[in-house]
Structure formats: structure tokens, C-alpha cells
């Protein structure tokens, strides 16, 4: 899977392939679902939602441009699948998933796995996670119609927002802090379930 779907199509951040190798994706997604594992499309993950296509994951993973020590906020955890790659990584996780099955299902499995640096909780993830902020990085996977103002507000100096956004159709964006603000960047055509809470 990273070999042939992840690295042949680009995603060369070593640390970001490397995370990816070592986390069981089959263990995040229901039984039912294992023959998909490891294709190159979403899986459904229950509650109507899915865990993005691996490609997606690399990239968006590999946008953020984490270190180890650095403090990522997660907005639709989901499986918890990009919360434990980002652990990996040696980063600390804050992770926000709205649903309460969902979230309950990714704390337990994510402990299980021995991924103590994960903090997840339940919340809307349009206002982010305010008492733990300024973050190194933000990553979104699940598309809202416009840029929350609250999770720019939260990133640090230099700090990394990678996020889908649109309705019908959604590109994948990135934005940094700036002295002067904001530098945005276009990176691809995606097609993500849509932010709900306060976003719908």
C-alpha cells in the first residue's frame, strides 16, 4: 500500500512513510470491511463516515510538515487511523470527533494500540480546541463550506492548516501563518464527507 499507492504517487516525507508502514490500517475500520484495508478509496467506518483513502492520508499528513514534539489538532478523528500515524510520528495529538459512538470507539482502540499520545474527545470541530491552542499543525478530514476563522486563530507562529473545503466540489488547501497573516495553497481536488455542527 505505501509502496505502490502512497510513494509512487509522490509522497516522499520518509518519516510520514515510515509511519504508515507501522500502523495496522485494518484495525481501524470493522471486520466486515478488512478486504478493503488496503485499496486506494475511502472505507465506510460506520455512522456514515469513512476512513480517507490512504493517498489522502500521506499527503495531508506530509502537508502538515510535523515534527516530532509537535502539537497537531485533528478535526474528525473518525477510526483514529490519522491520529495514530501522527503519533507516530512522534507528535502529540489533540483529536476532536463530533460523533460520540465514533469517538468512544477511537479512544478505546487507540489505547489498546499503546497510542498514550493521543488526546481525543468529543466536539464540534469548528471551534477547534481553544484551551489547548496555539498548534504546529491542523489537519481537517471532513470538508466545511468556508475556512473556520477559529482554527486559523489557533495555529502558532508558522503554523500549518490543511483542510478540504466546498460543498459539490472541494479542494484541498493549505494555509501557514505568516508575519503578515496567511499564505494559502491549492494542493488537489478532493472529495471528503462534509463538517457538520456548527460548519452544517
Not at 8 to 31: K, S
Not at 54 to 78: D, F, H, K, N, T
Not at 129 to 154: H, K, M, N, R, T
Amino acid at each position: 500500500m505505501v509502496r505502490e499507492q502512497i510513494a509512487a504517487r509522490g509522497v516522499r516525507d520518509a518519516r510520514v512513510l515510515a509511519a504508515m508502514e507501522r500502523v495496522p490500517r485494518h484495525c481501524f475500520i470493522p471486520p466486515g470491511e478488512w478486504a478493503e484495508a488496503h485499496e486506494d478509496h475511502p472505507v465506510p467506518i460506520g455512522s456514515g463516515q469513512t476512513i480517507s483513502q490512504p493517498y489522502i492520508v500521506g499527503l495531508m499528513i506530509e502537508a502538515l510538515a510535523a515534527e516530532p514534539g509537535s502539537r497537531i489538532l485533528e478535526i474528525g478523528a473518525g477510526s483514529g487511523y490519522v491520529s495514530a500515524i501522527l503519533a507516530e510520528m512522534g507528535c502529540e495529538v489533540f483529536a476532536m470527533e463530533i460523533l460520540e459512538t465514533l469517538a468512544g470507539q477511537a479512544r478505546d482502540r487507540l489505547a489498546v494500540l499503546g497510542y498514550g499520545r493521543v488526546h481525543l474527545r468529543c466536539g464540534d470541530g469548528w471551534r477547534g480546541w481553544p484551551d489547548e491552542a496555539p498548534f504546529d499543525g491542523i489537519l481537517v478530514s471532513a470538508a466545511p463550506a468556508s475556512v473556520p476563522p477559529e482554527l486559523l486563530a489557533q495555529l502558532g507562529d508558522a503554523g500549518r492548516l490543511v483542510i478540504p473545503v466546498g460543498e459539490v466540489h472541494q479542494e484541498l488547501w493549505l494555509y501557514q501563518r505568516t508575519s503578515g497573516g496567511f499564505r494559502g495553497e491549492q494542493l488537489c481536488d478532493v472529495r471528503f464527507v462534509r463538517m457538520t455542527g456548527t460548519a452544517g
